[in-house]
């Protein structure tokens, strides 16, 4: 299995051309990571400088937003440093089984949760709310939202699935590669 999804990391996610034997991957990692540091330093900082009052969600938004952004800013910077140009984020859609599987999985381990609170009466069932959810009138406010939601995250896929695990793929197996990186994520 690891090696399945290493071969799919390799050669799915990165673009035709994109091995760069005369980058270091260590180096491009590192300087990946220093920049992310920095660059997300300045909204973690405007984060904890802005008073929690509700005059300030709106920036506390921002803030979030920017520093969602800020794996793709620093992912662009270094790609640009060490390969002078902007090939192996990994922006193809990929095979549809696997778009079918990343949106059917989530749906489905969301309703298995969300059904087993109803069910079992640990979280409310309102049906009023859930008509309103359902109505053709919500649809372009779902649509909206999810839109939005694919564009904060976008900043950091690019950074972190589109620089970073390809970049550590080339130097390490997939379970200590997705150990590392989901550490990295964390910290």
Not at 91 to 118: D, E, H, N, Q, S
Not at 149 to 166: I, Q, S, T
């Amino acid at each position: 299995m690891d090696g399945f999804i290493l071969y799919y990391a390799r050669n799915s996610l990165m673009d035709t051309g994109t091995e760069h034997p005369a980058t270091d991957p260590r180096k491009m990692v590192i300087t990946f990571l220093i920049l992310v540091f920095i660059f997300s330093g300045v909204f973690w900082y405007l984060t904890m400088k802005t008073p929690q009052v509700a005059e300030n969600a709106g920036a506390f938004f921002w803030y979030a937003i920017g520093a969602m952004w800020c794996p793709a800013t620093a992912a662009v910077i270094t790609r640009l440093l060490y390969q002078r140009n902007l090939k192996g984020f990994g922006t193809r859609p990929g095979k549809p089984v696997w778009l079918a599987a990343g949106v059917l999985i989530p749906v489905a381990a969301g309703l298995f949760m969300f059904g087993t609170g109803w069910l079992t009466g640990i979280a409310p069932f309102d049906p009023d709310s859930a008509a309103a959810i359902f109505s053709v009138s919500f649809i372009p406010a779902f649509l909206a939202a999810v839109a939005f939601e694919c564009f904060a995250a976008a900043g950091e896929e690019f950074g972190w699935r589109g620089l970073l695990v390809p970049e550590l793929a080339r130097f390490m197996g997939f379970t200590r590669l997705a150990l590392l990186s989901g550490a990295i994520w964390t910290a």
